[in-house]
């Protein structure tokens, strides 16, 4: 099946810096989200962003799409040590959401 | 307060006992999903339940049960847990069918020794 797939796996940066994580995927979709994860708890939702979209933005985040690539990015801007955690792009394929995919994650560490 | 609650937190069986961990959610939700975490894979999505009575095969669905009798509860039953079953479940809802956000449980640790 389609899977997302983050780059980088692992982002270091301080606080106050700008992260960039990537998700590329294979097959066409309707829709991509990216989701953050805290240590092992439940997903939570950031923004989702349609296939006829190009950018979004929500607070701090800013969603990019590219659907000739196949290619998502996702900015956090200012970042804070709140910020750390792993992010998780999903896409929905072409079956309308019924079988999310998900990336293996990029794990992103702010330091103060 | 909206949310999928997930039971238990943790849980520790051995090879062969049957488990069920429940998943409801208060939010009248048709979609409901479950998925398993390993290091390194990500989500993997094990069944997917359309409506009441509707369930399908995700990704890995091989030694897992689900069942959507009521539109709040979608149970997953592993009749026979194995070592390899071991891993962090998540449960997860949505309004509707077309890929709308999802709202994930707090997650069940499973360790089958």
């Known amino acids: 099946s389609q899977q997302g797939e983050e780059d980088p796996q692992a982002l270091s940066i301080q606080e106050g810096e700008n992260a960039t994580m990537n998700c590329s995927y294979k097959?066409?979709?309707?829709?991509l989200q990216w989701y953050r994860q805290n240590s092992g708890r439940g997903l939570v939702h950031l923004i989702l962003?349609?296939?006829?979209?190009r950018e979004k933005h929500s607070g701090r985040l800013r969603v990019t799409l590219d659907t000739s690539k196949k290619s998502s990015s996702l900015l956090i801007t200012a970042s804070r040590a709140a910020d750390t955690a792993s992010y998780f792009c999903?896409?929905?394929?072409?079956?309308?959401?019924?079988?999310?995919?998900f990336g293996p994650g990029t794990r992103l560490s702010v330091l103060p | 307060e909206a949310q999928v609650t997930q039971n238990p937190r943790y849980l520790i069986t051995v090879t062969g006992k049957k488990l069920t961990v429940t998943c409801s959610q208060n939010?009248?939700?048709?979609?409901m999903s479950w998925y398993r975490q390993d290091p390194g894979l990500g989500l993997r999505q094990i069944y997917y339940?359309?409506?009441?009575?509707?369930?399908d095969k995700g990704d890995v669905p091989e030694g897992y049960k689900v069942s959507r009798k009521e539109k709040r509860n979608f149970p997953l039953i592993l009749e026979s847990p194995s070592p390899n079953q071991t891993s962090l479940y998540f449960c997860?809802?949505?309004?509707?069918?077309?890929?709308?956000?999802?709202?994930f449980g707090s997650g069940t640790q499973l360790s089958v020794l």
């Open positions: 339940s359309m409506n009441v009575e509707v369930t």
């Open positions: 097959t066409s979709i309707n829709n």
């Open positions: 939010m009248n939700h048709e979609y």
């Open positions: 997860a809802s949505s309004f509707g069918r077309w890929a709308e956000k999802l709202f």
């Open positions: 999903a896409t929905d394929g072409d079956n309308y959401g019924q079988n999310f995919v």
């Open positions: 962003i349609r296939s006829n979209e």
